[in-house]
Structures are given as C-alpha cells and as structure tokens.
C-alpha cells in the first residue's frame, strides 16, 4: 500500500524559509514523477516543483529561484526547501507520486502523468 505522509508546515513571517518533507512507503517503481502541489482557499490546485526518477526537475515560474526540490532515496522522503515566503505561498501543500509509464512527466504546472498517490497535506501560512 503506498503512503505519502507530509511535514513541516507551520506559519511564517514573509522573507522566512520552511522545509516540507514526504515520507513515502510502499512506493517501489524505478522510474517515477513526484512533485508538491498547494491549494491555496478558493483557488484551484496548482503544481509547484516536480522531480522525476532521472532527477530532472521543474518549477513553478512563481515559485523558481525559492523553492527547491530535493529526494533522498535511502530514506525515501521528498523535500521541498521554501526560502523568500510570500504571504501569496499560503495554502496546503500536497505530495504526490506516480509511476512513471511514459516517455516524461511533463512540467509540474502541467503534467503529461496523472497522479494517483497523495499525500494528506501540510498547511503552509506566510504572513506579511
């Protein structure tokens, strides 16, 4: 059974860093696309920085140069490093994990996959 299990969210002042980290379990494919995603109130899902299996990544142009993604594969956790906050980066953050099947995953903002495996989500609030 695949699990994916946020952390790390909390409330932060604008200009500060957060450090969100997925647990993955039971997730066992060689070539995979992983990538956070947030949802702010009112607004629809969004992907923010993805990675896939080869380590290739993308990023949101709203999030580039503040956000990055990283995975440790020994422990199997996702990170993703928030630095320079923008109250406008409040919402909840999602893990997500998919078996990679296709030639590439596509840009994170529009992928080619269709995530299946979810994370329950971390809320993330920057406040001016």
């Known amino acids: 059974q695949v699990q994916l299990m946020e952390s790390g969210g909390g409330s932060v002042q604008a200009g500060g860093s957060l450090r969100l980290s997925c647990a993955v379990s039971?997730?066992?494919?060689?070539?995979?696309?992983m990538g956070w995603f947030r949802q702010a109130p009112g607004k629809e899902r969004e992907g923010v920085v993805g990675i896939d299996s080869d380590g290739m990544r993308s990023h949101a142009n709203s999030v580039k140069g503040r956000f990055t993604i990283s995975k440790d594969n020994a422990k199997n956790i996702l990170y993703l490093q928030m630095n320079s906050l923008k109250p406008e980066d409040t919402a909840v953050y999602y893990c997500a994990a998919e078996a990679l099947v296709a030639d590439f995953c596509g840009p994170i903002w529009d992928p080619v996959v269709d995530f299946h495996y979810w994370g329950q989500g971390t809320q993330v609030t920057v406040s001016s």
């Open positions: 039971g997730f066992s494919y060689s070539r995979y696309c």
